[in-house]
């Protein structure tokens, strides 16, 4: 096959999208030493895409040679290929985005006296001439699939793109805290980063000032391996894995073994169909694992699994043992601090009797349930979630029930005079907050807008 053919096809592996041209630029920039790293781009990168940064930078055979395929600096042995400790060490990435898209790159060596540009389109070199530019490299990325139309008309819409962007340049800059970050999409600032920070400053520049108040620290250790990072309290747990970061050696992946490390441990702690916000950075020895194993470099693979899976598993639940006090696994879950909430309101106001709707709040367990009706509790005692109550069950009302404490950070245990009741707090202030809805449904309240936006961290 021809070799812009070839190279068009392996494109289709390494670039997948706009996302997949930031990684790997951004990557080669890691790799170069760059201590600031700026990247740029519009139309959700399909337009343009603009990585630079400050770091080594090439002489211009490198530039040149660095376009060919499989030409690398980052290795020169088999025997390297078992202890990787670059992010990037085939050398497709740079070929594989120009045969399908706008490649012009300026770059400069430190120490040299004058810089290189490199214009190439489809794979096809247009220009390699001397030029004036600072020191380090600097990467645009043009009509992203401009040759190869079919794969343009898969992406999806430019804000998902602009997010997978964004995602992928994030990742990076969490195992990279000592490195300057900057992120502009369409001429707006969506992240500025400081560099020469920890790992808890960058956590909190990017997820908000109260990421301390929503997680806590684990680490855990075994040999040469090592684990650490945050992951959230139970009582704040998001509808997808979103916000589940994985780092191996600094390197950011998507790995199934972890992933159920994390499940493992944080059985019976979060409701079922609910993730945590995570962020796991596993060190272990470079030759104790395989990063190879996928075209993207995203997923690895581990020498010895057994050894991996105990440690995150049991990091992560010594550090949520800890959140649980010695009395019975029962701790207080707040103060009241008004005397408004003092004589707090039912969780179901009354709707008048004979009209009121029949509901349950059932936490997912197999006995112990209960249902709420024209505002009262009733004691249900059934093997399955569904099963009617016997018939003549005297009400429980709410002020029968007194508080003891929270279990697991997702249950309150209350006292009845027949015994023990469980509540889903969770689903319990859904419920709340609905009720609050449909009491302003139908008022038409005045809102005015700020003069100034407000930024508001969630």
């Not at 030029?131 to 898969?154: H, I, M, S, W, Y």
Request: hydrophobic share 40%; net charge neutral.
């Amino acid at each position: 096959m021809p070799g812009i053919l070839v190279n068009q096809i392996a494109a289709g592996e390494v670039v997948g999208r706009p996302a997949s041209v930031v990684k790997e630029l951004v990557e080669n920039a890691l790799d170069a030493g760059a201590a600031d790293i700026a990247v740029e781009i519009e139309k959700g990168g399909v337009e343009s895409i603009r990585v630079a940064d400050d770091g080594w930078g090439m002489n211009r055979e490198d530039a040149v040679l660095a376009f060919e395929r499989h030409a690398t600096s980052k290795i020169y042995t088999a025997e390297e290929m078992s202890r990787i400790r670059s992010l990037g060490f085939r050398g497709e990435a740079l070929p594989s985005i120009a045969a399908v898209s706008r490649v012009e790159m300026i770059t400069r060596e430190r120490g040299g006296f004058s810089g290189t540009r490199i214009v190439i389109e489809g794979g096809v070199f247009k220009e390699v001439q001397e030029t004036g530019c600072p020191e380090g490299t600097v990467v645009r990325v043009a009509d992203l699939f401009r040759f190869v139309p079919a794969r343009r008309k898969f992406l999806k819409k430019e804000a998902t793109e602009q997010a997978q962007c964004l995602d992928a340049v994030t990742g990076l800059a969490l195992c990279h805290p000592d490195v300057r970050f900057s992120f502009v999409a369409g001429g707006r600032e969506l992240l500025s980063l400081p560099g020469d920070t920890g790992l808890a400053d960058r956590l909190c520049l990017l997820f908000g000032r109260d990421f301390h108040e929503k997680h806590v620290p684990f680490r855990g250790r075994a040999g040469d391996m090592e684990v650490a990072g945050y992951v959230s309290l139970p009582g704040h747990t998001r509808s997808s894995a979103r916000a589940m970061y994985f780092a191996v050696n600094n390197r950011p992946v998507r790995d199934s073994l972890l992933s159920g490390a994390v499940f493992a441990a944080l059985r019976n702690r979060i409701e079922p169909r609910r993730y945590p916000s995570l962020f796991l950075f596993l060190t272990v020895p470079h030759e104790d694992v395989d990063v190879n194993v996928h075209p993207a470099k995203l997923e690895v693979r581990f020498r010895d699994p057994r050894q991996v899976y105990p440690v995150v598993a049991e990091a992560l639940s010594s550090a949520l043992s800890r959140l649980t006090s010695p009395h019975g696994g029962v701790f207080p879950i707040w103060e009241r601090e008004t005397e408004k909430e003092k004589n707090p309101a039912p969780f179901f106001p009354e709707t008048g009797r004979g009209t009121a709707r029949r509901y349950s709040l059932r936490p997912r367990l197999q006995a112990g349930l209960f249902s709420v009706e024209e505002g009262q509790m009733k004691g249900l005692g059934p093997e399955r979630p569904g099963d009617e109550a016997e018939e003549g069950t005297p009400p429980l009302s709410y002020g029968s029930l007194r508080y003891l404490g929270q279990f697991d950070g997702a249950f309150l245990v209350l006292l009845s005079p027949r015994g023990i009741v469980l509540l889903d707090q969770h689903a319990a202030h859904e419920r709340v907050l609905f009720e609050k809805m449909k009491k302003r449904h139908g008022k038409k309240e005045e809102v005015q807008g700020f003069l100034i936006p407000e930024v508001v961290c969630l």
